[in-house]
Structures are given as structure tokens and as C-alpha cells.
């Protein structure tokens, strides 16, 4: 399998498997015409469905919804990230799928709130990515105008193509990851998920 080859082979690898997945390369499309400053299609819809493909599995199977992070931090009003997220509501409207959209230089307002712990300023979408409560999650992907795509993937690979869910005790409390990696072992029980540090 893609985990044990080298970086290059597992990037044709990692775009073989997510251009499977007809509404995920939809949604990246589509938000591209957004022109959001330093956006991804982030997350669960991404090594979802590399395990959905690993496992034979439909490419969507299993995934709740499709996340686009951006940052803009010239206003950290919740209006202009709801105006935003309400042009979002337009260009995705058709799709099949929820599409959420947040801008990662408010993060730091609500998630106390929400998790229970701090959160400091994000400083960029990939300081964002880099707080996932897996190593695994920590995967961002946009298309670039030449026709490329552009990975953000600070753990490399191999886990999300081996199957490896690997905790990241940076700002997410211990009990989000057990909630996420409960789900997703349920949905795919493939998957080898390694304890929480003590």
C-alpha cells in the first residue's frame, strides 16, 4: 500500500484516492471560486476517503461533511465570517453534502467555550491544521490555478494510507479524540487507533 512508498508516489497516491470521491473534488472546486485567503478542503472528507478507498468502500461512505478552512484576520467579527459562510451556502447549495466553512483566526474566541480548554490565536490555516486531536487529521488540500494541488500534510502520510489513527495532544482535550476515534472505528473497523499519552 501508498504508506510504505516514497513522498512523491504517496502524493499521486494521496490524489488518485481523492479524486475518487466525486463530491469532495466538487467541493474543491466550487471553493476555489470563493478566493478565500489561504483556504483548504481539511479534515475528516480527506483521509476518510483514502480509507474509504483502502478499504473498498464507496469513496463518500461514512464522511458527515466537507470542511473548508481560511484565514483572515483583517476582521474578526462574526459578521464577515457569516458573510462567508452565507456565500458558501450559495455556491454549495446543490451539493449532496454539508459543507462548513470557518475562518481559523476567530478560533481562538469560541473554543474555550466549546472545549473546555484554551485555544492561542491561530496564526495561519496550517497553525489551524496543525491543533487536529490526530496526527492523522492533520491534512489540508486545494487545487492551485496550474493545475496542481497543494498538500499541507505537517505527519507526512503514511498513517492516513496505513490506516493509523495517532493522537495529537496539542490544544484538543483527550475526551475529543476518544469521541472522534470511537465513531470512526465503528464506521471503519479497519482502523488501528493508539491510546491517548499519559
Known sequence: MFGRLPLSEQLDGLRSALSQNETLTDVMT???????PGWYVT????????WNVATGRPPANGIKDYDIFYFD??????????????AGKTVFADLPAVVEIRNEARVHLWYEQKFGVPCPPHVSTESAIDCF??????LGVRPEPDGGWRVYAPHGLSDVFNLVVRPNPVVA???????????????WPELTVLPWPN
Do not use: H, M
Not at 30 to 36: K, N, Q
Open 30 to 36: 466550487r471553493a476555489a471560486t470563493l478566493e478565500l
Open 43 to 50: 479534515a475528516g472528507c480527506l483521509f476518510q476517503t483514502v
Open 73 to 86: 484576520d483583517s476582521n474578526l467579527s462574526w459578521e464577515a465570517e457569516d458573510a462567508v459562510i452565507k
Open 133 to 138: 486531536a490526530a496526527t492523522t487529521c492533520c
Open 173 to 187: 482535550p483527550q475526551e475529543v479524540y476518544e469521541t472522534k476515534t470511537a465513531r470512526w472505528k465503528s464506521e
